[in-house]
């Protein structure tokens, strides 16, 4: 793959502390002309399952990057360090079933490289002594020195639950963003199944395209911006309203 300019950064590692700080100076220090691009550092500590969620619909609409992301409880562990490659970019991570969603979005795995971890490599912080900088030098050659991998032995996540039935749709919450809606796992083209007036985990709703679709305070079904069946309140939180956390399954009827 020629070299890339760009690294994406995905982690759970928050604000205020310096590991940010950290693994953007490592990436400056051994490639200077690579751009950042900071996806999020606010992922709960350790949900691997919204990270991937949020790589995986964020990726898409990135240039062609290498994309570093930890969200890695098995931290020091045995768990592999891999560089998975794809038509349309490189992945670096934790084999914890974090890349694999945003692998498939950015065409599929092509390649999968198990990377050797540095014995002077921290064993609590792999972002900094192990991924950092082995995303710096993929922007700069695109080669992962490493054992080749089988990709059918990469830990994958659960699928998210959905189901359709006769007059209803069962559907995990795979995200809840900052404004509190509710992100289904269930596709957006699930909406022309639906009437113009369901309820939603027993509470009364409507089908609309936008929050403004409801009536303030009213709980509202659409399509989101990233393809999947979403809840929203109209000046609300959906989430609170619903009494739902990501890994919950709604049925919609």
Known sequence: MPPLSYVSLTTDYGLSDGFVASCHGVIARIAPAARVIDVTHMIAPGDVTRAAAVLAQTVPHLPPSVHLAVVD??????????????????????????LIWAADALGGITKATELSIPDKASRTFHGRDVFAPIAARLTLDGQAEGTLLDPATLVRLPDPVV???????????LTIDRFGNVQLAAPASYLQQLPDNVTIAGVRA?????????????????GDSAGHLAVAVNGGRAAVMLAVNPGDVVRIR
């Open 206 to 222: 409507m089908r609309g395209q936008t929050f403004a679709d409801a009536p303030s305070g009213g709980l509202v079904v659409f």
């Open 163 to 173: 189901a359709l039935g006769d007059g209803w749709i069962d559907a995990e919450v």
């Open 73 to 98: 409880p098995g931290v020091g562990t045995d768990r592999r360090a891999i560089v998975l490659q794809t038509p349309n970019g490189l992945l670096t991570g934790p084999d914890n079933g974090l």
